[in-house]
């Protein structure tokens, strides 16, 4: 199923209402992804302009009454006439492979839904979706990373872009579980297949890095992560400063990479 999730706003000067879009069945379901609880009035300071800035948001699950809070971020997009074209919101969350920037693109009822140009890339497997995302850290070069889509079991929202950055002890848990699993039976040749294993793993890490949004120690250090977002929809393609000095996010992202070095 291959979805887009709507986002419903609150704000507290002037009433911005983005009415929620309708599902749209296809060869796997594309609609918006349904949003979490309505977010807190936020000043049009924090949501205008291109550096985002963050505030914690607990969502309690339905079900088992767990509680969670991840880093929020909202910004409202203005397009080429200076008129709003939509908004994007983002979160961050902790994993054991680092932590993942998920944005979220909506627009109100009536204007083209919006997504991200999404392709297949045969070496992550059949069903895997991607698209190029530029970042730029700091005064570096740009890199161009390759983004994901939010999916829950077999829903697919496509307008929702994840970033990773990785934590770095996650590469070698990769070679080591790629190379554990290739054994032949014959202990004589498991060395050598083994061995060679090792370096095709090496090398699919390699990329795999490379085509992260970097590292975490750069959430970490850096002053500055702006990232364009290819929103089909959205002209021109909105760049979003992830601000990780931000003091809601900085200690979000101290906390996580805590785990890794302890």
């Not at 009035?41 to 985002?52: C, D, N, R, Y």
């Not at 800035?53 to 006439?81: N, R, Y």
């Not at 934590?167 to 040749?189: F, I, Y």
């Not at 990232?227 to 089909?232: F, I």
């Amino acid at each position: 199923m291959i979805s887009t999730r709507p986002l419903s706003i609150a704000r507290s000067a002037t009433a911005v209402c983005l009415a929620m879009f309708m599902s749209v069945p296809a060869a796997r379901a594309q609609n918006h992804k349904q949003p979490p609880a309505a977010a807190p009035s936020q000043p049009a300071s924090s949501t205008s302009g291109p550096i985002m800035q963050w505030h914690m948001e607990k969502k309690t699950d339905a079900l088992s009454g767990e509680v969670s809070t991840q880093p929020s971020s909202l910004k409202f997009i203005a397009g080429a006439d200076g008129k709003l074209q939509g908004m994007v919101s983002a979160k961050a969350y902790c994993s054991r492979n680092g932590v993942s920037v998920f944005f979220l693109a909506d627009v109100s009822a009536g204007d083209p839904k919006p997504s991200f140009p999404w392709y297949s890339d045969a070496s992550r497997g059949d069903d895997e979706q991607i698209t190029d995302v530029r970042i730029r850290v700091d005064d570096r070069s740009v890199h161009v990373a390759q983004g994901f889509p939010d999916v829950e079991g077999h829903q697919v929202y496509t307008n929702t872009l994840g970033l990773l950055f990785y934590e770095p002890h996650t590469a070698q848990r990769a070679v080591d579980d790629q190379t554990n699993r290739v054994t032949t039976g014959l202990p004589a040749l498991d060395g050598l297949v083994a061995g060679v294993a090792k370096q095709a793993a090496q090398s699919n890490v390699q990329t795999w890095q490379s085509s992260a949004a970097g590292p975490l120690s750069d959430l970490v250090s850096a002053r500055s992560i702006r990232v364009e977002l290819p929103v089909t929809t959205f002209d021109p393609k909105p760049v979003l400063d992830l601000n990780p000095q931000d003091p809601v996010l900085h200690k979000f992202v101290i906390d996580c990479n805590a785990k890794f070095t302890r």
